[in-house]
């Protein structure tokens, strides 16, 4: 195994991770027996394979359809995502992202082009149920993967 590391720099939002991807509890019968025992019968384990019929498990609960990994290939509405990866506590939505994989520079230099950028990231950041002021901010990012 290999670890790798990505730092970007981002104009955007901290999100916490609960906000992208949630947890939720989910139920799976381990029994392949045909016929099936009856789910919702007072049995713990089947009777023929032994197996736990109602086995609760926490699973991911992907708010925007996609995996943290995805997410920041594909972004969200257009606005870049970065993941603090298998550190996992935040993803930063950026009005702009830069990495060091970028052939070229990403700058910022003029302030009405960043203006309006600005107002549309926080409208759609409203919409989303995500805007936090107090979270908005120039990031450095260090993503994580091992
Ligand atoms: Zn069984």
């Known amino acids: 195994m290999s670890r790798n590391y990505y730092a970007y720099a981002i104009i955007g939002l901290r999100v916490p991770k609960d906000k992208i991807i949630g947890t939720v509890t989910k139920h ?3 029994c392949r027996c045909e016929p099936q025992t009856d789910p ?3 049995q713990k384990f089947c009777g023929n394979c032994g197996e736990i019929l109602d086995r609760a498990y926490r699973a991911d609960d992907l708010k925007f359809g996609m995996d943290g990994w995805d997410l ?3 972004g969200i509405r257009g606005w870049p995502v970065a993941y603090d990866g298998d550190y996992g506590r935040y993803f930063y939505i950026g009005i702009r992202k830069a990495s ?3 052939k070229k520079p990403v700058d910022v230099r003029d ?5 309006q ?3 549309k990231f926080k409208s759609d950041m409203v919409e989303l149920g995500l805007w936090d002021p107090d ?3 120039l990031w450095a990012v260090l993503q994580g993967s091992w």
């Open 111 to 115: 302030t009405r082009t960043m203006d």
């Open 100 to 102: 060091d994989g970028d």
């Open 28 to 30: 799976r019968n381990r």
């Open 135 to 137: 979270e908005y901010g």
């Open 40 to 42: 919702m019968s007072e």
């Open 117 to 119: 950028q600005e107002n």
């Open 72 to 74: 920041c290939k594909e």
